[in-house]
């Protein structure tokens, strides 16, 4: 099961998921959370690194004084957890209650809205 990360956390992991190469380094977190208007003190970040790492979403190879960081949860992976712990948690597991608030909440774009219709009517074609 995927665990529950802080918003500071979060932060850090859009960072890295967000980047292209397979490893991040230090420097491209402290610059990505700086370009994010979210600057963090290094050993602020030293410690929400490790926590990160002890909750399995990243893991660290140590490369002389620099540490290589990589994930071991991918971004869907969280979304889908989180998603579900909410789904359950205010709809009681019920998707189509989370839909329909989206949409009788006027909640969705009409983008997103017809963007949503072709995703159901695509699932329903399945076999």
């Known amino acids: 099961m995927v665990q529950q990360i802080s918003d500071s956390e979060l932060e850090i992991m859009k960072i890295?998921?967000?980047?292209?190469?397979?490893?991040?380094?230090?420097?491209?977190?402290?610059?990505?959370?700086?370009a994010r208007g979210k600057p963090c003190q290094k050993n602020t970040l030293i410690v929400l690194l490790s926590r990160l790492m002890n909750k399995g979403f990243l893991g660290v190879k140590k490369i002389g004084r620099h540490n290589e960081y990589t994930t071991l949860v991918s971004e869907t992976e969280y979304q889908t957890a989180q998603t579900k712990k909410f789904m359950?948690?205010?709809?009681?597991?019920?998707?189509?209650?989370?839909?329909?608030?989206?949409?009788?909440?006027?909640?969705?774009?009409?983008?997103?809205?017809?963007?949503?219709?072709r995703l159901l009517e695509k699932g329903k074609e399945k076999p």
Do not use: C, H
């Open 16 to 34: 890295v998921w967000g980047n292209s190469e397979e490893v991040t380094l230090f420097p491209y977190i402290m610059d990505g959370l700086a």
């Open 88 to 117: 359950d948690k205010i709809y009681e597991g019920s998707a189509k209650g989370l839909v329909s608030n989206l949409i009788t909440g006027d909640l969705l774009a009409d983008e997103e809205y017809e963007e949503l219709k």
